[in-house]
């Protein structure tokens, strides 16, 4: 059974702070891992994809990857409130395989 | 360009009824899904188009659940007879698919939300 594991929360960070997701896999072999952002009531909106080792970052974003540890994380510099959301943690095993989604971490940003 | 469009966007029936929901992918994405998201939970796949083709139906109650993507674009999700469970959030996303290798991006659609009363 593939699984992606994710702290459900909430986490809460004050105003400005970095907020730091974690996301740990089953499957070594996965390829591609995805975060999503999903507000109260609202889908889930693509906000980072990442492939290789390493860090990529995006403006205020920054995704981490280790594939020998099987750790992706998510990094939100200068936190504002209107970061309060679900992240959701997503990978895709292999190619032409099913994404599988981790049931999110609550995150809230503290005024 | 436009996003993923769904159809309705709430629903409310009795159980026993049926219900469908229709989505629009993103032009030129071939691989469509659905998906269904309980409260608190992460999106889980009930079925995975290439094209028209069903790739992957696993996880689709057959008994009262169908779906098609007759020309490859549009699809629709369709459950007959609705049960109390089926109560969720029935999400539509697309991608271009196995043409984009790993680099399989999805992208949702607003999604449909079902109370089954």
């Known amino acids: ?111 | 360009e436009a996003g993923v469009v769904q159809s309705p966007r709430y629903k409310i029936i009795e159980k026993k009824q049926p219900v469908a929901f229709w989505c629009n992918p993103i032009s030129g994405h071939n691989t469509l899904y659905w998906y269904l998201q309980n409260l608190g939970q992460g999106p889980e796949l009930l079925i995975r188009y290439e094209n028209e083709e069903a790739v992957d139906d696993s996880q689709l109650p057959k008994d009262r659940f169908s779906a098609e993507r007759l020309k490859g674009v549009d699809s629709t999700l369709k459950i007959q007879p609705a049960e109390l469970g089926d109560s969720a959030v029935y999400l539509c996303a697309s991608s271009l698919g196995l043409a984009a290798g790993s680099y399989n991006e999805q992208f949702f659609g607003p999604g449909t939300r079902l109370t089954v009363l």
């Open chain 1, 1 to 111: 059974q593939k699984e992606v594991e994710q702290n459900s929360g909430p986490l809460s960070v004050p105003e400005g702070a970095i907020a730091s997701l974690n996301c740990t896999y089953s499957d070594r072999g996965s390829q591609s891992f995805f975060w999503y952002r999903q507000y109260s009531g609202k889908s889930p909106e693509l906000i980072m994809s990442i492939y290789s080792n390493g860090d990529k970052e995006d403006g205020r974003f920054t995704a981490q990857l280790n594939k020998a540890s099987q750790y992706v994380s998510l990094l939100i510099r200068d936190s504002q409130p209107s970061d309060s959301a679900t992240y959701l943690c997503a990978v895709n095993p292999r190619v032409g395989d099913k994404i599988i989604f981790g049931k999110g971490t609550r995150l809230h940003i503290l005024p």
